[in-house]
């Protein structure tokens, strides 16, 4: 007996060593849970007391077992290794028991931005991730989509963390770190009321994701502006990435950023925009319409999309929408910025991923190659050009 219960202790020791910390850094519109906003609980499916356009961040950590993490980042689903939907999953069931530490704030709501020495959430946010792109480490932004609880976010994005920083090759991969833009959709199932209701409330995100950005051009201009030269900016790039209404929320963001900018042209922030399952209009990049401007805000703009995704037809034929941008790609796309990419998933996903691909397999290797560095034409990624004369337009292989 007493040599069986000496075996149970040493498992149970080795299970404690795989235990590790999985930190996010996180911004929302959404309203705090507990007494103490600055203690709180969680975050919940209404915006903030403060309104629409108010933004906390901070960070949050997840207790998980690293083995079980490998284990979904091994796994083989049929279009290439990392299951990240079921590392979601499995994060989503760790973050029961998540830390999370809002950073304080000390602002006067009647005054403006600018007032003189505010204690800003913004500030103490940019300075950290400031100092993990000086460790070569890249920023991911990331917007989930409709139907997604605060715990699911948070989850989604360690999965997209973990996924990006799988070693591909044998290549010395560039490290990423993913930034949460999390806002009040609404996590629950009920696909005709809660639709309606995330869209609205993701027009409104957009204005606040758009004020965000609009604080870190102002932050990174600062920067440049320090000492009589200026202060020397990180190697590393900046990305955005967009998931189903995410993309709608970007949309708005657009709009806003395009009244509060100086100058006639959107700053370039990001080397890359990935639109992923992107729930808009399939004319959207058209002159007049939304996201025309996308471009000036990045290098390069990548739009994965399946016709076989199940939650498009949803927003397509039920919710009343023209077709999406998600389902088919663009409606034209000759008419496509020579800096927008349209990326079939359709040949590898279909039946096996339908809406989360971004997460799994070959896909999130192709946005890692993007990230990396590697041109669209790179032999190295799984896809070809789709037929026509359209230099832009791929299919994944």
């Known amino acids: 007996m007493p040599r069986k219960k ?46 629409s356009e108010n933004l906390r961040f901070g960070k949050v950590t997840v207790n998980a077992n690293s083995d079980q993490v490998g284990k979904h980042l091994a796994r083989g689903i049929g279009f290439g290794v990392g299951d990240g939907e079921t590392l979601a999953g499995y994060f989503s069931r760790q973050a029961r028991r998540m830390q999370i530490e809002a950073f304080e704030e000390v602002l006067n709501p009647a005054l403006p931005d600018t007032q003189q020495q505010p204690k800003l959430g913004s500030a ?16 991911l932004i ?41 806002w009040p959709s609404d996590g629950l199932a009920l696909p005709y009321v809660s639709y309606k209701s995330d869209r609205t ?56 950023m395009a009244r509060f ?14 639109m992923c399952a992107p729930d808009v209009d399939d004319d959207v990049f058209e002159v007049g319409q939304p996201l025309v401007r996308l471009p000036e805000l990045t290098r390069s703009v990548s739009v994965y999309h399946n016709n076989g995704d199940t939650a498009m037809y949803v927003s397509d034929y039920t919710k009343g929408n023209p ?7 663009a409606a034209k796309p000759a008419l496509l910025h ?20 971004f997460i799994a397999g070959s896909v999130n290797e192709d946005i890692r190659l993007s990230i990396q560095g590697l041109t669209q034409d790179d032999d190295t990624r799984h896809r070809g050009l789709a037929g026509g004369s359209w230099p832009n337009v791929w299919r994944m292989v």
């Open 124 to 139: 103490r946010t940019f300075d950290e991730l400031q100092k993990n792109m000086r460790e070569s480490r890249d920023l």
């Open 261 to 274: 900018n100086p100058g006639s042209l959107l700053p370039r922030m990001f080397e890359h925009v990935f």
């Open 338 to 357: 020579n800096k927008i990419h349209q990326i079939d998933c359709s040949p590898v996903v279909n039946g096996l991923v339908e809406h989360s691909y």
């Open 323 to 329: 077709e999406r941008l998600g389902l088919a790609g």
């Open 6 to 51: 000496e075996t149970t202790r040493r498992r149970s020791n080795t299970s404690g060593n795989s235990m590790r910390a999985y930190t996010l850094y996180y911004a929302t519109n959404r309203a705090h849970k507990g007494r103490d906003r600055w203690s709180p609980s969680g975050y919940g499916a209404d915006f903030s007391e403060d309104g």
């Open 201 to 256: 409330d993701a027009e409104a995100s957009g204005y606040a994701f758009g004020r965000g950005l609009l604080k870190l051009r102002d932050f990174i201009g600062a920067l440049r502006s320090r000492g009589p030269s200026g202060q020397v900016l990180c190697k590393q790039e900046l990305h955005l990435l967009c998931h189903s209404m995410g993309n709608y929320v970007l949309q708005n963001t657009l709009a806003r």
């Open 142 to 182: 990331f917007i989930h989509g409709f139907n997604v609880s605060w715990r699911d976010a948070v989850a989604s994005a360690l999965a997209l963390q973990e996924m990006l920083n799988l070693k591909h090759g044998g290549s010395a991969a560039k490290d990423v770190r993913v930034f949460l833009f999390t």
